[in-house]
């Protein structure tokens, strides 16, 4: 296995790791906490996101630059650059959403639920999907 590829593995597990302990593990737990309520849990869960999406963008960076020096095998690109993609589309499309509901939430209006949620999970559950793939299609085409 090349140096760029160990360090594209490596860093697609870390990524997989946070998304996993952030997103499908702290995110859903918050709310079951004694005392926790609605304008709490969305304020720390926005400091908690804005930082997993500040470190994913710097992992996707690290990754993709990985694999520019090394010239992985194509599914494996194909693959993480659908992860890459995924969180692009997150960031960019559904995340200001989430943003302006929290934000008349937090300001005391009573928003409507958002359907963004559910189109941010089911990238997350998308974004797994392709990490694990790729991380495993670096592994055994090394």
Do not use: C
């Not at 993709?64 to 090394?70: E, K, P, Q, R, S």
């Not at 509901?101 to 005391?108: E, F, T």
């Not at 089911?122 to 990490?131: D, Q």
Request: aromatic share 4%; net charge positive; proline share 4%.
């Amino acid at each position: 296995m090349t140096t760029g590829q160990s360090v594209a593995v490596a860093m697609t597990f870390l990524w997989l790791g946070m998304v996993l302990a952030i997103s499908f593990l702290e995110a859903p737990l918050k709310f079951r906490a004694p005392g926790m309520t609605l304008k709490i849990g969305l304020g720390v869960g926005r400091l908690v996101f804005r930082a997993l999406n500040t470190v994913e963008a710097v992992l996707a960076v690290v990754v993709v630059a990985a694999l520019a020096a090394d010239r992985p095998p194509a599914a494996a690109l194909v693959v993480l650059a659908v992860a890459v993609a995924v969180l692009a589309a997150q960031l960019v499309f559904v995340r200001p959403r989430l943003t302006r509901r929290s934000d008349a939430v937090l300001a005391g209006l009573d928003a409507p639920r958002s359907r963004a949620h559910h189109a941010y999970v089911a990238l997350e559950t998308a974004k797994v999907a392709t990490l694990l793939a790729g991380g495993i299609l670096l592994l055994t085409t090394a």
